[in-house]
Every structure is written in C-alpha cells, then in structure tokens.
C-alpha cells in the first residue's frame, strides 16, 4: 500500500481521472468504434496504454480499472445476449488491468533497443498497416454502395494518417518509435486474448449458444472473433497511441 501512495499523487490521479473518463465516453458513443479496414476496432482500451506509456503501470492499472468495471456496468445496464459474461470480474477487470501493466513493462524493456534492428522491423510494421487499410478500402468500394460512404471515407482518413505517421516516423522518431509501436500492439492483444481466454476456459459453449452459433465449435467461433477484433484494434492502437505519445513527449 505505502508503495502505491508513492506512485500516486495528484497529478497522476487526475491523469487516471481524465484517462479513465475518456475511456467511458468512448464506450459510451459511436466514436469508441472506428471502421477500420474490413471491420470495426473499438478504442476504449487506448487510454489505458496512453496512461502506462506516460506514467507507468500505476496510473495504467488504475485506468484499465475503471474501463473493467466500466465494462460490468455496461453488462448490466444495457445487456445483450453475451452481456453475461462480462459480469464476471475475471473477463472484464483482470484483463483490462493488465493492459496497463503489459504496455509499460513492454515499452520499458524496448527503450534501449538497438537503431538497426529496430528500423527495419518499423518499416514493416508500416507497411503491413497500410496493405491492410488498402485492402479494406479495395472490399468497401467493391461493395459500395452497400458499404456506408462515411464508412470509406473513414478507411481513406485513416490511410492519409499512417502515411503521415510512417513519414514522420521514418524523418524524426526513427528507431525511437518502435518501443511506443509494440507496446501498443502487446497491450492491444493483451485486451483482445485476456478477455476471450477466459470467456473459453469460463463460458465457451454458453458464450458460442447466445451468439446463435455450433456449441462443438466453440474454439474456432472465439479464435475467429480474435482474429477480426485483434488485428484492427491494434492497428488503431498504433495509429492513435503514436500520435498522442509523440505529441505529448515533444511538449515535455
């Protein structure tokens, strides 16, 4: 406990105030959900990873606490067939907690990474990043107009912005990029697997049955919902956790 007090004081439990607010209005509105290549990414967990970069795995637990128990109240005030689940602090506050603590320690562990290495990685981050919202722009034109415009027009936004980032990145942050991008990915996935593990280990077949699918195959049917959240929301994560990073590191 006395080591907790040290880690807070009044600055930070206003950042985990502020942080924690934005992560509830985001779960709260439409702008929690970007279209995102083929599919939708919530960002309601990248307060967290903001919080844990800038002031380390206190405030980041702290902040993922609020989104997990932010989670409870949603399940229970606004409940849908597989709002069950995340009843249960165990799917819905240990995982977002971690988040907090996984970004920090990932992003620690990357600050001393060495410049040739990290470069070429970088790239390849970024390019895999945009043959991604390549690809999404490509499915959402194809089946235009079925597809929402906002809805490319989204995709189109959101390309520009990582051409941005990745032109920056390649002129000013360089290798320095690197740890803020992983860490953002691992805390991103952290979120995505956390929460579906124990969905599978607690309630597989009662989670698969509510979303009207094959109880025999429960694995396949959560790797599935994995792989289509996972792979958006961390590139979302990367985009938005960059910019905000590297703006507020320019400032100090």
């Keep these: 406990m006395s080591k907790i007090n040290k880690g807070l004081n009044l600055r930070k439990i206003v950042i985990i105030g502020v942080l924690g607010g934005i992560s509830i209005v985001l779960g709260m509105?439409?702008?929690?959900?970007?279209?995102?290549?083929?599919?939708?990414?919530?960002?309601?967990?990248?307060?967290?990873?903001?919080?844990?970069?800038?002031?380390g795995p206190i405030v980041g637990g702290f902040i993922g606490l609020i989104f997990g128990l932010f989670s409870i109240?949603?399940?229970?005030?606004?409940?849908?067939?597989?709002?069950?689940?995340?009843?249960?602090?165990?799917?819905?506050?240990?995982?977002?907690?971690?988040?907090?603590?996984?970004?920090?320690?990932?992003?620690?562990?990357?600050?001393?990474?060495?410049k040739k290495g990290t470069l070429g990685l970088l790239y390849l981050v970024w390019i895999g990043i945009i043959s991604y919202l390549l690809y999404g722009i490509y499915t959402n034109v194809v089946n235009f107009p079925r597809t929402e415009l906002w809805i490319i027009l989204m995709n189109i936004i959101l390309l520009i912005l990582t051409l941005t980032l990745a032109y920056l990145t390649h002129k000013k942050f360089k290798e320095k990029?690197?740890?803020?991008?992983?860490?953002?990915?691992?805390?991103?996935?952290?979120?995505?697997?956390?929460?579906?593990?124990?969905?599978?280990?607690?309630?597989?077949?009662?989670?698969?049955?509510?979303?009207?699918?094959?109880?025999?195959?429960?694995?396949?049917?959560?790797?599935?919902?994995?792989?289509?959240?996972?792979?958006p929301e961390t590139i979302i994560a990367i985009i938005i956790v960059t910019s905000v990073v590297g703006a507020l590191k320019n400032r100090r």
């Design 177 to 231: 990029a690197l740890d803020v991008m992983i860490s953002s990915a691992l805390g991103t996935l952290t979120n995505t697997v956390g929460v579906l593990s124990m969905i599978y280990l607690l309630y597989a077949e009662r989670f698969v049955e509510a979303l009207g699918g094959d109880i025999t195959t429960a694995r396949k049917v959560i790797f599935g919902i994995g792989v289509a959240n996972g792979i």
């Design 73 to 114: 109240y949603q399940a229970l005030t606004n409940p849908t067939p597989v709002s069950f689940v995340f009843l249960n602090p165990l799917v819905s506050v240990i995982p977002r907690i971690l988040i907090g603590i996984v970004s920090y320690y990932v992003y620690n562990s990357l600050k001393n990474l060495g």
């Design 29 to 55: 509105t439409p702008i929690g959900f970007v279209p995102i290549g083929p599919t939708r990414a919530t960002i309601m967990h990248i307060p967290v990873i903001i919080g844990a970069i800038m002031e």
